[in-house]
């Protein structure tokens, strides 16, 4: 479950980056040769977001055929 | 680029999200960084990011490929499944290279220090790290490895990576080569079923061969495979119980090894 850590630092670069803000949307992008799974990176989410400042966010997933694996943008108010 | 579609043009992006206010947008949504200074506080607002997933662990292994060339030590990444023969490569390659070039080897699993005291028991120098649940090895479980190993100049630390084709794959460590082990025990489509680690390999190193008289296995449907998925991918085949291969492997892990003190020498090299 590699996706566990991943989403781990995902949370950390987030919540360093919005001081107050409250997170409505993480969208990432995931490419199907990236070796991440979309289905493991939306379970590790939930699980990580959990007593931090993302918890109850949605993440959205752009799925490509490229070996991407990033975070693009955040809707936030 | 265009990070919503990726598909490289510069365009303005159409977007598909209600802004949960009541006026009418009089400009082109720039995505705008930072702060805004709209009254409406609870104006929903987009930023964008745009930060590699594996930045952390991407940085760190830049950071150790670094110092491992300023040290000159050469690490070569063991991945394979469980049982696919890591550890006793391990112990046959330990004893016949050790004279040749001071060595280290960092044992990755879940729990346990027995493979740690394998490669001390064959003569070698090992420092166990244990994941926990943890299914791979990360950079900066090597930075302090490698550290605890405390290598002389010019040496090989070899690291066995959590048995797992997967996620290993994924995770740079800043060696100098990825190396992946499967058995003649296995599938033949091996290749093909867990493509991503046979692409990032530089050798794929076949073991058991000594076992091929007992097994269907056709080797050379499994290497076409593994050169579909890496036309570059070197190949050797070894068993470590009879022996065979096994110095042609140490020959290639001395020559790739040569060949990263020689890169690191002329990188730090300053020419007037």
Redesign the interface.
């Known amino acids: 479950?590699?996706e566990l850590?991943?989403m781990e630092?995902?949370v950390?670069?987030?919540t360093s980056?919005?001081g107050d803000a409250r997170v409505?949307?993480v969208r990432?992008?995931v490419g199907s040769?990236?070796?991440?799974s979309p289905h493991a990176l939306r379970f590790c989410f939930e699980v990580c977001t959990h007593g931090t400042a993302l918890e109850g966010a949605a993440l959205e997933i752009?799925e490509?055929s490229?070996d991407?694996?990033?975070?693009?943008?955040?809707?936030?108010? | 680029m265009c990070a919503t579609c990726g598909c490289g043009a510069d365009h303005e992006h159409a977007h598909d999200h209600d802004h949960d206010h009541g006026h009418d947008h009089d400009h082109v949504h720039p995505h705008e960084h930072g702060h805004h200074d709209h009254s409406d506080a609870d104006r929903v607002r987009t930023i964008r990011l745009e930060r590699d997933l594996l930045a952390k662990n991407a940085r760190l292994a830049a950071e150790n490929r670094r110092r491992f060339a300023e040290q000159r030590v050469a690490i070569f990444n063991l991945i394979g499944s469980p049982g696919a023969g890591k550890t006793a490569l391990l112990e046959a390659v330990v004893p016949r290279l050790k004279g040749a070039l001071p060595l280290g080897v960092l044992e990755g699993d879940q729990a346990t220090d027995y493979d740690a005291k394998r490669i001390e028991r064959a003569g070698g120098r090992a420092l166990q790290i244990n994941t926990g649940t943890g299914c791979h090895l990360d950079a900066s479980m090597i930075e302090t490895g490698v550290r605890g190993l405390d290598v002389p100049r010019e040496s090989v630390v070899f690291v066995e990576n959590v048995g797992n084709l997967v996620c290993p794959a994924l995770f740079d460590l800043g060696e100098t080569a990825k190396i992946v082990v499967m058995s003649v025990t296995e599938g033949e489509d091996k290749p093909r079923k867990y493509p991503h680690v046979f692409r990032a390999a530089q050798l794929f190193v076949l073991t058991k061969i000594d076992l091929q008289p007992m097994v269907r296995l056709d080797q050379e449907r499994c290497f076409a495979f593994a050169r579909q998925v890496n036309p570059d991918l070197q190949i050797l085949r070894v068993s470590a119980t009879s022996g065979q291969g096994i110095d042609a492997f140490c020959t290639w892990i001395q020559t790739e090894a040569t060949r990263a003190f020689c890169d690191a020498r002329s990188a730090t090299t300053v020419t007037p």
């Open positions: 479950m590699h850590s991943l630092d995902l950390e670069a987030v980056e919005i409505h949307v990432l992008v040769e990236a070796g991440a752009i490509t490229t991407e694996l990033r975070l693009a943008e955040l809707e936030v108010t």
